[in-house]
């Protein structure tokens, strides 16, 4: 049997917060609002099933009005499992009003031996709206003794007018996943991605992108990482590592440093993250 689940999230500025109002169908939950940090509100997305098969569908949508600050997290990896021949599917949209701001923060996908997934996510940015967010992709978990030698997962990162990124990782396909031109025979791909409802500044752009690199220098994985602006409202750093840790230590990094330096906000960790 497969599950069907959606969510929708809404959130609104109201006096000095922000509030979130909530509906859902199917297994798919939002924990209760934290405010760690005042006006920002923190929320955990929670998939009781644990994983997806064939056939699975999780929908996310997320609207934030003009003003309003949240930031989305998850407990735990997202799981795309072995499927007999059905994809399982995770679709997010986002939708940011003019001044707000989001942070899509979940923890690494993973993708099983024999899956087929597809994780999309489409973000739509009205001028002054800015997301900051990152997408981890874990291929099997090589050190558990359970590689991806087949299957496939198909990732989907775009903004609306201005950048899209779409690939297919195949088990099968040996040249993409070992070739020093591709994967390199690393088994994590993260990014780091803040994107704006209308361009950065020059100034602001060059401050992201040193702030990154420099960062990238002193860490294990600086020959695997580099950061890029491939469009005037797109910032991104790229990383390749053998496991989620080294790569999630540098996304984190570098999003505390993009978070004070680019937002004037302290980096706030969410609490779950502590666990």
């Known amino acids: 049997m497969s599950w069907h689940a959606r969510l929708?999230?809404?959130?609104?500025?109201?006096?000095?917060?922000?509030?979130?109002?909530?509906?859902h169908e199917g297994p798919l939950r939002v924990l209760k609002s934290l405010y760690p940090e005042g006006?920002?509100?923190?929320?955990?997305?929670?998939?009781?099933?644990?994983?997806?098969?064939g056939g699975d569908t999780l929908d996310i949508r997320v609207r934030a009005e003009a003003g309003a600050?949240?930031?989305?997290?998850?407990?735990?990896?997202?799981?795309?499992?072995?499927?007999?021949?059905?994809?399982?599917?995770?679709?997010?949209?986002?939708?940011?009003?003019?001044?707000?701001?989001l942070e899509w923060l979940p923890l690494e996908t993973i993708?099983?031996?024999?899956?087929?997934?597809?994780?999309?996510?489409?973000?739509?940015?009205?001028?002054?709206?800015?997301?900051?967010?990152w997408e981890v992709c874990a291929l099997g978990l090589p050190h558990a003794g359970q590689p991806f030698d087949a299957g496939e997962i198909t990732q989907h990162l775009e903004l609306e007018g201005a950048w899209l990124e779409r690939g297919r990782i195949a088990a099968s396909d040996h040249r993409l996943l070992q070739s020093p031109l591709g994967l390199d025979g690393q088994r994590c791909l993260g990014s780091?991605?803040?994107?704006?409802?209308?361009?950065?500044?020059?100034?602001?752009?060059?401050?992201?992108?040193?702030?990154?690199?420099?960062?990238a220098e002193g860490h294990p994985l600086a020959a695997r990482a580099g950061a890029t602006s491939p469009h005037g409202q797109v910032l991104v750093l790229r990383v390749l590592g053998p496991q989620v840790e080294p790569v999630m230590a540098l996304l984190r990094r570098v999003w505390?440093?993009?978070?004070?330096?680019?937002?004037?906000?302290?980096a706030e960790a969410p609490r779950i993250w502590a666990l």
């Open 192 to 215: 780091l991605f803040l994107l704006a409802g209308s361009a950065f500044s020059r100034a602001r752009r060059e401050l992201a992108l040193d702030l990154a690199r420099e960062a």
């Open 111 to 133: 993708a099983y031996h024999q899956c087929r997934a597809r994780n999309s996510l489409r973000v739509q940015l009205a001028p002054g709206a800015e997301l900051l967010g």
């Open 8 to 23: 929708e999230l809404d959130y609104q500025r109201r006096s000095d917060r922000t509030i979130l109002h909530h509906r």
């Open 39 to 53: 006006p920002v509100c923190h929320n955990v997305l929670v998939h009781p099933p644990g994983g997806l098969v």
């Open 69 to 101: 600050h949240a930031l989305i997290t998850t407990p735990g990896a997202t799981r795309f499992y072995r499927s007999l021949g059905e994809e399982a599917r995770q679709q997010t949209r986002i939708e940011l009003a003019a001044g707000s701001r």
């Open 256 to 266: 505390s440093l993009w978070r004070e330096q680019l937002w004037d906000l302290t």
